[in-house]
């Protein structure tokens, strides 16, 4: 039907078509490509068809103290992200088509009353040209690959600066200096040091390896969230705790957003559609499968992350069930990350840093690409800001208006009943409606992501 190599061949041909807008300038910028792929198998007509219908590129985040009351700041602008958001635009105009009696390549109409399902044959795929960050990216090193960081010393207590890997933090770590910190600490066997650090720290996870091997972790720059127990930092291997939920990192400010690693497995779950979306769908959306591009991987540490962390999660709504998603990687390389941009970098374009910009391209018939910085269009003046102008075409505020022209456009007699006889007005109302996809949602914290930090209500009650 499809293979790992044809799908990332896909998406990467699609970023290769797009205009040159946001795109990290060759031989000194990198970023980092996720994309939604709608498949459609025709059994009568023993054919698939492969379309991308949400495309992302993105490394950054903004912290808590420049997000806005709004809804017209992007927060995350991780590239698995951005495609996700891209691809609930797409739905939404799916969702419209469908309800304004035109035709819809996703969606036909439910069993119940004002749901629509989605037709015969038709899934969604996921693709990310690197690990997610998080959970997933922490896995030990073996010693064929390529550390593209410079070697850092045992006895630093504090992480090293990062030479521009991914999203400042997704990095390919070094092979450290094992003898002379077998040295300094008295030649300790690594497994003793496990122990010890277990015992020290009870709640924390730590990978377990043969002491006769020199090992350490690729390491991720997304830091345990605040209430929940930190990282060991210790060396190798008992550097990271695993399972733990993370929080990306931001240039000085801490930042709200959860790991992409941890979004992930919370869509295994609610589905990637999203509160206001689940209104109208007698059933979630969930991903067939994730594949990942060449680059350093981990099935397990995949499994672990997407998978096996909310594997028991019990007492869902009747419509909602723990999906496991198929893990796959395809053996071909983004040409934007930051290996090839080192490959290809020269000393007289200054210092190797990733693309300010985030693209978003999704399959919608008005405006499909939005090109963005900091949050917003990317090139809007000062005097813009705050202004429609300036918004992402895939902010918060944005979607919810798309939402709104969504629901416009639905005959009282098919609206879903969810949305009948209430006074509903902000953002805020409008997700808390969702009645079964918050009682899933409040299932998968309870069980799963007890730690998972709440949002300030303030910045969800625009309208």
């Known amino acids: ?35 939604v792929i709608l498949v459609t198998d025709s059994s009568e007509q023993k054919t698939v068809h492969k379309q991308v219908v949400s495309l992302g590129t993105g490394t950054k985040c903004i912290g808590r103290s420049t997000m806005s009351l709004k809804g017209d700041i992007l927060n995350d602008s991780h590239a698995e992200v951005i495609a996700r958001r891209g691809c609930v635009r797409y739905l939404t105009e799916q969702l419209f088509r469908a309800v304004s009696g035109q035709s819809s390549d996703v969606f036909c109409p439910g069993s119940e009353e004002g749901k629509w399902a989605v037709k015969p044959g038709v899934s969604f795929l996921f693709f990310t040209s690197q690990t997610p960050c998080g959970d997933a990216s922490i896995f030990p090193m073996t010693g064929s690959q390529a550390q593209p960081c410079e070697p850092v010393k045992l006895i630093q207590s504090k992480e090293p600066e990062r030479r521009g890997q991914k999203r400042h933090a997704e990095s390919d770590l070094k092979e450290s200096d094992r003898h002379s910190s077998r040295q300094k600490s008295g030649h300790t066997d690594e497994r003793e040091a496990m122990t010890e650090n277990k015992e020290s720290n009870p709640s924390n996870a730590v990978l377990h390896c043969d002491p006769e091997e020199e090992k350490d972790l690729h390491r991720t720059g997304a830091k345990c969230v605040p209430s929940g127990p930190a990282d060991p930092l210790q060396p190798g291997l008992l550097y990271h705790s695993i399972g733990a939920l993370r929080l990306k990192p931001g240039r000085g400010d801490r930042t709200l957003s959860l790991s992409c690693s941890d979004k992930l497995a919370r869509w295994g779950v609610l589905g990637f559609q999203g509160a206001l979306l689940s209104h109208y769908l007698q059933e979630p959306l969930y991903f067939r499968a994730v594949v990942v591009g060449k680059c350093p991987y981990s099935h397990e540490a995949m499994q672990r992350a997407l998978n096996t962390r909310c594997s028991d999660v019990r007492g869902l709504p009747p419509v909602f069930s723990k999906r496991d998603l198929e893990i796959l990687q395809s053996g071909l390389e983004f040409p934007h990350n930051h290996t090839h941009t080192e490959a290809k970098h020269k000393h007289t374009l200054g210092r190797i840093s990733p693309c300010g910009a985030a693209i978003s391209w999704c399959a919608v018939s008005q405006q499909p690409l939005d090109v963005t910085a900091n949050g917003y269009k990317q090139g809007v003046t000062k005097k813009a800001l705050g202004t429609s102008q300036a918004r992402s075409l895939i902010s918060k505020v944005e979607l919810f208006h798309s939402f709104l022209k969504l629901v416009a456009a639905t005959e009282d007699s098919r609206l879903p009943e969810s949305l009948c006889g209430k006074d509903l007005k902000t953002y805020w109302d409008y997700k808390q409606a969702a009645e079964p996809y918050q009682q899933a949602w409040t299932q998968l914290r309870l069980q799963a992501f007890p730690l998972w930090p709440r949002g300030p209500r303030e910045l969800l009650l625009f309208s």
């Open 1 to 35: 039907m499809w293979s790992p190599d044809e799908i990332a061949g896909l998406c990467y041909n699609h970023f290769k078509k797009l205009p040159k807008r946001g795109k990290p300038e060759a031989g000194r910028e990198w970023t980092l490509l996720a994309a």
